[in-house]
């Protein structure tokens, strides 16, 4: 039978390595986790393709404060997110680090692109759980507490 | 388990199986031998591989119930959770189903496809009650059905068998009567941290001047390794998938029939029975999905859709030798639609109790199933969720919430969050309905994208049902005091309620011909080679999840259709492909 599933590939990396690291310097402010530099370089582009160049003034905006001997959490709390167009912008990052998706403004639906953004979503870990149809775990550990 | 592209039009077969649910799959499993020859017709198909489901489902940006079902030409099989448009996929069940004229929406859903909707079923199957059987004469409501809950027992352990239900013997014994003559085949699904917790400061508490127990659901789910498919390890995506087969779907029963020399015909959607002038029905014609129409001529015929589309295929045959349609010389074809209504109330613990982890669902309370209260109000069913207020978007509303309405980040974001989910409560109550004619199945006028008529409901909710859902959310409301958890708010609006998927009634059983379309043996009294089995045959629906019910009368069934095969002639031999 016909395969009707696309490759869970990421998108082809077509922008310099720096941008990426100051992408994820900015996410991982945000997110207070490690996070994937290959996955960041896929959001990098959704980033872009969703927000247009507001995406890299917001970087560069971060880029530069936090060079100001400002930590990076004062940066985001007292410079980006009161910004009225780089705030929304910086807390759909955030949302798409920990959804995997990026909520369309005119349907109101979350848009996601692969079955892998899905799975790393960091909501999950987040609450001490597992994506549902991936638990990696054994009979009967919902008996217990989750390892944290 | 690929259709034919091509296949001859006439085709002579023993019996002859429309829908391949759990009920069909059953019997034809059951039936097929070297010298039985099955075929089961299927409007839907097999689909593609379980995992690339399972993937479909997580790259989808509406994640609905069907989604891991889309069929490769929805147009050619549309249902009330597969639209024809996969713009329409928000509201499929309103484009499929026309209740322009109806009171109230009939809610639940079902799948059409190979297996049925067992494969998005939850698993859960607590057997009927003995009053279940007897609503009539035990409370002067509803119905009594022509057996009795010792009837149908010995029936409920060899459908326990055959779906592999894992549960606590010791706990399920006796619960209002229904005593077991035979333990589960593999011991309970472990209950969740939650359940435990909850259990634990339920002992001994009485509510309502009843003593409440928590019990672990007996499910379809393997607790074990068990008839080849492995133990469940708490994906807590049972709905609508388990990526694993660790919970039981129909698809288990077609393989095994298949297996046997069961001939599975998919993308076949039956669109008529024909009716003989000695008033058996032999021949069903369906119209493939490539466009080709056949014929297959049986000794007997089983209609085993659910109970709207079995409703709809024997409305759709009226013709010469049956004017209302086949089977309805009672004219109660499509009468008596019934679901189970839900209502879920969410709240807050004070302790943790990590919900979404484990099946969504692994204890309930049966206390409030059964009792004298049945003559003015339905019984309802308690389970406690283990996941968490999805039904409301969590977890993903509440990040949103966290980080657009309070500007959360970094570890406070993921403290703050793991605080909230991991505190969140559900219980729902599932409560009864009776049956009542006037919540009814017919034909719409209009028809869907592959040309047949859709089918048309009529739905109201009684005042016997209503006034349930007060005691229930008074019963869900002490409970979660005594357990420590705030609830979030509580929508006492009878109206407002969600179906269970539990569709039932329609071609209900019973003791004559006048008052019901089958009898206890789930054959047609108008039509003696005829059997209609499932949800449809139930008199009454009970509080119990329907399918091990379904399975039992559906294993019931198979034998009385084995002994009573030889009373039907052959096709003369030259009529044989």
Known sequence: MKKEIKDQGHHPLTVPADKIKGFLRLSQALTACELDPVLAGTYFVRGQQAFGAQFEALINQFETLTSQVRTPAFVIRQHIFPDPTLGPIAKAILLLWYIGAIQNTSTGDWQIESADDYYRALVWDAIGAHPPTLSNGYFGHWKYPPEM | MTAKSSIPTNETFDVVIVGSGVAGALIADALSQDDVRVLLLEAGETGIERQDMVLRWAQASVKGL??????????????????????????????????????????????????????????????????????????????????????????????????????????????????????????????????????????????????????????????????????????????????????????????????????????????????????????????????????????????????????????????????????????????????????????????????????????????????????????????????????????????????????????????????????????????EVLPNPENRVTLSDQVDSFGVRRPAIHFVTEPYTRTAFGPALDTIAEILRIIDASPVSVDRDPLHYTGAGHVMGTCRMGFDAATSVVDQNCVSHDHPNLYIVGGSTFPTCGTANPTITIAALALRAAGNIAATLPRFPVLPAKAHP
């Open chain 2, 66 to 431: 069907g989604t891991p079902y889309t069929p490769s030409d929805p147009a050619k099989v549309p249902g009330p959770e597969q639209p024809a448009n996969e713009n329409d996929r928000k509201n499929a069940r309103d484009v499929y189903y026309d209740q322009t004229n109806s009171p109230e929406k009939y809610l639940s859903t079902y799948e059409r496809r190979v297996g049925g909707s067992t494969w998005h079923w939850l698993g859960h199957t607590p057997r009927l009650l003995p009053n279940d059987f007897r609503m009539e004469s035990a409370f002067g409501v509803g119905a009594d059905w022509p057996i009795r809950y010792s009837d149908l027992e010995p029936w409920y352990c060899k459908a326990e068998r055959a779906l592999g239900v894992a549960g606590d013997d010791a706990e399920w014994n006796d619960v209002h009567g229904a005593f077991r003559s035979q333990p589960f085949p593999m011991s309970k699904i472990w209950p969740s941290w939650s359940d435990v917790q909850i259990a634990r400061k339920l002992k001994d508490v009485e509510i309502s001047g009843q003593q409440v127990s928590v019990l672990s659901t007996p499910s379809a789910r393997n607790s074990q390794a068990y008839d080849g498919r492995p133990p469940c390890s708490g994906n807590a995506s049972c709905v609508p998938i388990c990526p694993i087969g660790a919970k039981y779907d129909a698809s288990v029963h077609v393989k095994k029939a298949v297996q046997k020399k069961a001939v599975l015909r998919e993308r076949c959607v039956v669109t008529r029975l024909e009716v003989e002038a000695d008033k058996t029905v032999h021949r069903v014609h369906y119209k493939q999905w490539d466009g080709l129409s056949g014929t297959a001529w049986g000794r007997i015929v089983v209609i085993a859709a659910n109970a709207i589309e079995s409703a709809k295929l024997l409305l759709l045959s009226a013709g010469p030798n049956a004017e209302k349609g086949i089977a309805n010389r009672s004219d109660l074809v499509g009468c008596n639609l019934m679901d189970h209504l839900q209502k879920a109330v969410l709240a807050t613990s004070r302790e943790p109790i990590f919900p979404f982890r484990g099946p969504p669902s692994t204890s309930g309370i049966e206390t409030f199933r059964d009792g004298s209260f049945r003559e003015r109000r339905a019984a309802y069913r308690l389970s406690l969720g283990n996941d968490g207020w999805s039904r409301a978007g969590s977890p993903y509303n509440d990040v949103v919430r966290l980080v657009r309405d309070e500007s959360m980040f970094g570890a406070d974001l993921r403290a703050r969050l793991f605080h909230d989910v991991s505190r969140q409560v559900r219980i729902s109550c599932s409560v």
